[in-house]
């Protein structure tokens, strides 16, 4: 039997009709093939501030020598760490290689055929893609107003629902659900499911009312909170996030984590991130003041913008997303396309250095002339 | 609108002529309980004995061949697998080359063209060491020609959503009163037929309708490729033409195969009430009718960020290639094909998908050989023959080796028409057959 054929009848249907996620090529590459000079990546929300001091010097002094070594397979001191920090037990953390793991592990833990998870269809792709190459249902609630909608997610609960993925806030609208929203939320789930709430961008948030959801894992059993280390902590590289849940609900989880995954610089390093405040405080000021620039700037260009919380914001541009998304980076400028968010037209910037969003407005202007 | 799923069932048969019988009875009777009716079953059924007895002449004997009939409600799809790397692949052009140049004649029809005529669709497709040979015959539909022109007076909020049976019969109305003929998708002739190609997730269609559930407008699409969506419309009723409701459909077209497998949408014939702004112009191409030529401009947007790419493109297409994308802003490194004297092929392969309802033939190159000018010829003369006017050629820059096909094709009057962006495994170029143009 040829590999063509054994492929064809081993490979799950919900596999084959997976399209594989294409991530964008290195730069050197990238400023080639668009013939540019420089490239400013405004596409991953990542910190522009890079890692907090604390954190840089960690990696300077991790000894070469150790990467022969396996790392902690369960990431012991940074669960210490977490737990201090949070008022909790190292046995309520689980640590993965960056959020994105974690969220496979939770799916794999709760879900069998049959079963669904239920999301938002325009939010963080991964639950969803996640669910569908695993052969569960993706099913998936719309925003209202570009919010996460309570009633809307509710009605698509059903006996075979396992989870409720929550990014709040959201990416990429930056929308978020208050305390009372969000309690009134868990009461109506009334423990019947998994909430996941990922809060990716929760270091971000000033706004007193948003919803720390690791102070509320003691009242709900079936709450189980994502974070990482990769947007304002600048460990994007490293790959590292976590998940905060009751304890018997990490023993669960854990069955089907694969440890050792996490690598040794990047545990240091989110040890000695967390005691970093100052490096929260200056990311948020840069975020603040990019914010502030562009926003003024799309006023002034009439263009609809959304902004939220989180280091990114949207624009809703009068050409094709795609269109401009290679213009720009004829100019140097990497933006993210909306349309794979199912918001046609978008653009997301990740905020960064006022020079750079000047550049970014300068290069919007030609390209929409 | 509730969705069907589609019946199959497989025979693995072999190249052995002795099981001709057990093969067609096979087509026969899945057709048949798959709903095709008697007449549509026989024509089919003969195609698959034209083709049965050509592979058995050309398969090596007791080699295994696959065999699936799938049932869509609309049409019964017969699809022939095979391996092919132990026999000469040349068996499997569409027209068989004797002679050269000027001499050039097709002296034998193969079973395949026969097979071509007497079905809805015929293709062949090739895929590393496999062929895949497809037949579809669609089931008889009655067709609708006169709908009543209505003015209805639309209120409340409009909204955008997938269409059901009542919807799918308004919005064929709406737009075959409203809009020229060409504008419409063949299939608007045979509202049942679009019905059921819905049920059948083939088809989509997506309308607008207001608060009392008039439709307003619409939109359809289907997947022309593996990669690609082709849509018609938007559709809009005269009294809200300068509403937001094509920007809607868009949108929601958009949304819909925005997170699947698709590179991109593409129409080719939009209607006037396309956000032109939202697309990009490929280029364009030419329909002929029975002689008369009409150019239609081809529209696309593409649905994910280009990650840029290195072309080896054939030195006679080089410019055309350079400058369509510098005009869609792609990221391409471009380098020439340079052949450097290795030993080629002596025959060239070519397949071809044969869309007889729309009058088009497409051809792809499956193997370069020296005989690819005479091979193109045979073709479009067969083609001709049989009343195709609409030939076109479609070149995977993807693999460097189909690049060698272009200076024949050029020779034989086709002319790169438009680029698609990663339509392939890279970027597509469409050839058009155009005799007697420059370009």
């Not at chain 2, 009939?69 to 027209?95: K, M, P, Q």
């Not at chain 2, 497809?134 to 955008?160: A, H, M, R, W």
């Not at chain 2, 009542?166 to 064929?172: F, Q, S, V």
């Amino acid at each position: 039997m040829s590999s063509f054929w054994r492929l064809e009848h081993l490979l799950p249907e919900y596999v084959k009709n997976f399209e594989a996620y294409t991530p964008s090529r290195p730069d050197r590459e990238l400023m080639k093939l668009y013939g540019c000079s420089s490239l400013h990546r405004l596409n991953n929300n990542e910190n522009p501030l890079g890692p907090s001091s604390e954190a840089q010097k960690a990696i300077l002094a991790f000894e070469s020598s150790k990467a022969a070594i396996y790392p902690s397979g369960d990431s012991y001191y940074l669960r210490l760490k977490l737990a201090e920090k949070f008022d909790k037990t190292p046995d309520q953390f689980l640590v993965g290689n960056g959020a994105n793991e974690v969220i496979t592990f939770a799916i794999k833990a709760f879900c069998e055929q049959g079963d669904n998870v239920v999301t938002a269809d325009k939010t963080f792709a991964v639950y969803e893609w996640v669910a569908k190459f695993s052969g569960y249902e993706a099913k998936l609630a719309p925003l209202t107003n570009f919010e996460f909608d309570e009633q809307r997610l509710l009605d698509l609960i059903d006996n075979r629902t396992k989870i409720v993925f929550i990014c709040n806030p959201n990416n990429p609208t930056g929308s978020f659900w208050n305390i009372t929203r969000f309690r009134s939320f868990m009461e109506a789930i009334d423990g019947e499911k998994i909430v996941i709430v990922d809060e990716a961008y929760a270091e971000f948030v000033e706004d007193g009312t948003f919803p720390n959801c690791l102070d509320l894992i003691e009242e709900y059993d079936n709450l189980v909170v994502f974070r990482t280390f990769s947007k304002m902590y600048g460990l994007a590289g490293l790959r590292i996030g976590y998940l905060c849940a009751q304890e018997a609900m990490v023993d669960a989880i854990k069955k089907t984590c694969v440890v050792y995954s996490v690598n040794s610089i990047a545990q240091i390093a989110a040890v000695s991130s967390l005691d970093s405040d100052e490096h929260i405080f200056r990311t948020r000021k840069l975020v603040h003041e990019s914010k502030s620039f562009l926003t003024q700037h799309f006023n002034e260009l009439s263009l609809d913008y959304v902004s939220g919380e989180g280091n990114f914001l949207m624009v809703k541009l009068p050409i094709s997303d795609t269109l401009a998304y290679r213009k720009l980076m004829t100019r140097g400028l990497m933006v993210r396309t909306m349309s794979g968010f199912r918001f046609p037209g978008f653009i997301r910037i990740s905020l960064s250095h006022l020079p750079i969003m000047e550049e970014l407005v300068d290069g919007l202007k030609k390209i929409l002339k | 609108m509730k969705k069907v799923c589609s019946d199959k069932v497989e025979l693995v048969t072999f190249s052995d002529l002795a099981l001709l019988r057990v093969t067609t009875s096979f087509v026969e009777s899945s057709a048949l309980a798959f709903g095709l009716g008697p007449d549509e079953t026989i024509q089919l059924t003969l195609a698959v004995e034209e083709i049965f007895a050509h592979l058995c002449k050309t398969v090596p004997h007791k080699d295994p061949i696959w065999l699936n009939v799938a049932g869509r409600g609309y049409e019964v799809e017969t699809e022939f697998i095979f391996s092919c790397h132990e026999f000469d692949l040349r068996v499997f052009n569409l027209a068989c080359v004797q002679g050269h140049g000027e001499d050039l004649e097709c002296t034998d029809e193969t079973g395949m063209m026969i097979a071509s005529r007497m079905v809805d669709s015929f293709s062949l497709e090739h895929s590393k060491s496999k062929l895949k040979l497809k037949l579809i015959k669609e089931k008889f539909y009655p067709e609708i020609e006169q709908y009543k022109e209505t003015c209805p007076d639309y209120s409340g909020e409009i909204n955008v959503r997938e269409a059901d049976i009542d919807e799918i019969k308004d919005l064929i109305g709406l737009a075959s009163v409203n809009y020229p003929k060409i504008n419409l998708p063949e299939c608007f002739r045979y509202p049942g037929k679009v019905i059921d190609m819905a049920a059948y997730g083939y088809y989509h269609v997506v309308v607008a309708v207001d608060h009392s559930g008039m439709v307003a407008g619409g939109i359809t699409w289907r997947w022309e490729s593996e990669h690609l969506v082709t849509f018609r419309g938007p559709f809009v009723t005269p009294a809200l033409k300068s509403s937001q409701i094509p920007d809607r459909l868009i949108e929601h077209l958009i949304e819909q195969t925005a997170r699947t497998k698709a590179i991109g949408v593409i129409c080719s014939w939009p209607t006037s009430d396309l956000p032109g702004s939202l697309f990009e112009e490929l280029g364009s191409q030419y329909f002929m009718n029975q002689g008369q030529k009409t150019e239609v401009k081809a529209y696309f947007r593409q649905l994910n960020e280009d990650p840029g790419n290195t072309l080896v493109v054939h030195s006679c297409i080089v410019e055309f290639v350079k400058k369509k994308t510098q005009e869609l802003f792609l990221g391409r490194q471009i380098e020439t094909l340079i052949y450097t004297g290795e030993s080629r092929f002596r025959h060239s392969v070519i397949s071809a998908k044969i869309l007889r309802s729309s009058d088009r033939a497409i051809l792809r190159p499956v193997i370069y050989g020296d005989d690819a000018t005479d091979n193109l010829m045979a073709h479009v003369r067969l083609l001709n023959n049989d009343g195709i006017e609409n030939i076109f050629f479609e070149m995977d820059l993807g693999f460097s080796q189909y690049g060698m096909f272009a200076p024949s094709l050029i020779e034989c009057s086709f002319k790169p028409r438009f680029l698609i962006p990663l339509a392939g495994k890279s970027d597509i170029v469409v050839f058009q057959y155009l005799p007697g143009e420059t370009n």
